[in-house]
């Protein structure tokens, strides 16, 4: 299942909300469809503000809070072998121990994750992916994509999103409406949890679509480099080589 980051253009600003400030090393985006860009943006946003905004404004108003816990739950224990997989690919083999406990304890005591017993007992959760991965396997960001209905990307990252796509647990395990209502719970659950950063960008950006670009880029080179990136090098070492 796509991670909802990935849903709307909105989701990639809630990283900024949460201080991740520290820019990449490409200091400009590399993004010559920006006109193509922009336009997606636009059809994204709109439908979002039509259908999904509405929705997921229902959804958190009638169901639940216990309720929409357990699905966001679920959703995170189903998706942790794409983590598990991951980590062990970029080196990780620790947290791929603790993360395959998790996914044992919550499926199990946890009734199919719907409780999250694991963290509880001192595993905390991780969350990786294939664009992470191959950035810390050195390969370059590439163009800036703003995805139909999938917000913003990169060249990196776009071919994990296939690849999330054509293993996702709930394609495997269900089949026509089934596969269509699982997939479309997951999205108004993970839209829900986006609803106070929709209106910080609703109300403070100038250009919003800046705004979700750069959010979403410094929030995948703080992935990367698990919350903690290099500080950029703001000293010009020409001047000191005289």
């Given at each position: 299942m796509l991670r909802i980051t990935?849903?709307?253009?909105i989701g990639a600003l809630i990283v900024v909300l949460a201080g991740c400030a520290v820019r990449p090393p490409?200091?400009?985006a590399n993004d010559p469809l920006e006109p193509l860009n922009r336009a997606i943006y636009r059809f994204n946003d709109a439908?979002?503000?039509?259908?999904?905004?509405?929705?997921?404004?229902?959804?958190?108003?009638?169901v639940p809070s216990p309720v929409r816990t357990g699905v966001r739950n679920f959703f995170f224990n189903i998706r942790e072998p794409f983590t598990i997989v991951n980590q062990v690919l970029q080196g990780?083999?620790?947290?791929?121990?603790?993360?395959?406990?998790?996914?044992?304890?919550?499926?199990?005591?946890g009734v199919f994750g719907l409780f999250d017993v694991a963290t509880g007992w001192g595993l905390e959760p991780h969350e990786e992916d294939f664009g992470q991965t191959f950035g810390v396997w050195g390969i370059g960001e590439?163009?800036?994509l703003m995805l139909p209905l999938l917000g913003p990307s990169t060249a990196r990252d776009a071919p994990g999103l296939v690849l999330e796509y054509k293993f996702a647990p709930i394609r495997q395990l269900t089949s026509g409406v089934e596969t269509?209502?699982?997939?479309?719970?997951?999205?108004?659950?993970?839209?829900?949890?986006?609803?106070?950063a929709t209106e910080v960008l609703d109300t403070a950006s100038?250009?919003?679509?800046?705004?979700?670009?750069?959010?979403?880029?410094?929030k995948r080179w703080s992935e990367i480099h698990d919350g903690n990136p290099p500080e950029p090098d703001f000293f010009d070492k020409e001047l000191f080589e005289e």
């Open positions: 990935k849903l709307t253009s490409e200091q400009e439908l979002d503000r039509a259908v999904l905004r509405p929705v997921a404004e229902g959804y958190q108003e009638y990780k083999p620790d947290q791929a121990a603790g993360d395959t406990m998790r996914l044992i304890f919550n499926t199990t005591f590439g163009w800036f269509y209502a699982a997939a479309g719970l997951f999205f108004i659950s993970e839209r829900a949890e986006l609803l106070s100038v250009d919003p679509y800046l705004e979700v670009r750069e959010a979403y880029r410094q």
